[in-house]
């Protein structure tokens, strides 16, 4: 049963241009957390968010997590060609991460 | 520190044939666990460890096994191969639940034909 839908699926920008990444579930999380994978390696970890409401911000990336911890964004200002990537939300709950759908972004220069 | 490790990276096996997915950790880490990644399913959780000699089912247990005699070592293990099994599989680390910090090996590649 997959518990986290990330939306889009895809997309396909260009330089310069401003996207956002919605991660979202009918069940609360203790914690969301965001990861960017590169073809052929292990997802790294770029941000974790635990309180609802909050708001974190990694350079041009900025996350927020949903008041009632259901659901989350990703939101990238300029973005560039090293940007590309599989973006993936990953909510926690006792221990148990669920992972979801993945977002492939291509930003074309 | 060499991080999380994985071996092999690659493996083919055949219907039926048993193997084991090796994972070490050198960072002292307390919580483990293994996923499978598959086209447009992202990554599922099949087994996890919070600590030596406690493990746990995830989401997609079945057909996999799992030991944690140490704290560096969290090897999976494939009793008989399906081809079902055909997938990616990633190992992960974190210190423990609290720091929410998990950290990923390359993964293996792993065909079952």
């Known amino acids: 049963t997959q518990l986290l839908e990330q939306s889009p699926q895809f997309l396909s920008i260009q330089e310069g241009e401003n996207l956002t990444v919605y991660c979202n579930s009918s069940s609360v999380f203790s914690s969301l957390q965001w990861y960017r994978q590169e073809p052929g390696e292990g997802p790294v970890l770029l941000v974790t968010v635990v309180t609802g409401g909050e708001v974190k911000k990694l350079k041009r990336l900025t996350f927020q997590f949903g008041d009632a911890r259901k659901d989350s964004s990703l939101h990238i200002t300029a973005a560039q060609p090293g940007d590309t990537g599989l973006y993936l939300c990953?909510?926690?709950?006792?221990?148990?991460?669920?992972f979801g759908t993945g977002t492939r972004l291509k930003v074309l220069a | 520190n060499a991080g999380v490790t994985q071996t092999p990276k690659f493996q083919v096996l055949k219907t039926g044939q048993s193997m084991t997915l090796q994972c070490a950790q050198d960072?002292?880490?307390?919580?483990m666990s293994w996923y499978r990644q598959d086209p447009g399913m992202g990554l599922r959780l099949i087994h996890y460890?919070?600590?030596?000699?406690?493990?746990d089912q995830g989401e997609v247990p079945n057909g996999y096994n799992v030991s944690r005699s140490t704290t560096e070592d969290f090897p999976l293990r494939l009793l008989s191969a399906a081809p079902s099994q055909t997938s990616v599989y990633f190992c992960?680390?974190?210190?423990?639940?609290?720091?929410?910090?998990?950290?990923f090996g390359p993964g293996t590649r792993l065909t079952v034909t």
């Open positions: 990953a909510g926690e709950r006792t221990y148990k991460y669920i």
């Open positions: 992960a680390s974190s210190w423990d639940r609290t720091t929410y910090e998990q950290y």
């Open positions: 460890s919070v600590g030596a000699g406690i493990t």
């Open positions: 960072m002292n880490h307390e919580y």
